[in-house]
Nanobody, 120 residues
């Protein structure tokens, strides 16, 4: 299974970005998906997760209302829409896949990451 993220970049505070993660190698719809991020000098942290069907979603409490996770099973892609970005959102963002949403914190697969930088 391969996970390839895209959509990162440099954005001003208050702006928006949409990250994408394309999954190949196995049936996408059999995996719950998640997004994590790692800021400089910090541990990797949970951002959001979505169930295999897309019905159930969860978010880090601090990000609720600004970030939205979604998926398109026909395109083998999971998205992270990020609005009202802040400099503290600067991090490498990673896509993750696991067969169970409950264990997304220890996923079966990771992407390579995409850099998001928010300038003040």
């Amino acid at each position: 299974v391969q996970l390839v993220e895209s959509g990162g970049g440099l954005v001003q505070a208050g702006g928006s970005l949409r990250l994408s993660c394309v999954v190949s190698g196995r049936t996408f719809s059999t995996y719950a998906m998640g997004w994590f991020r790692q800021a400089p000098g910090k541990e990797r942290a949970f951002v959001a997760a979505i169930s295999r069907s897309g019905i159930n979603r969860s978010y880090a409490d601090s990000l609720k209302g600004r970030f939205t996770i979604s998926r398109d099973n026909a395109k083998n892609t999971v998205y992270l829409q990020m609005n009202s970005l802040k400099p503290e959102d600067t991090a490498v963002y990673y896509c993750a896949a696991d067969q169970q949403m409950e264990s997304i914190g220890s996923p079966d697969y990771w992407g390579q990451g995409t850099q998001v930088t928010v300038s003040s």
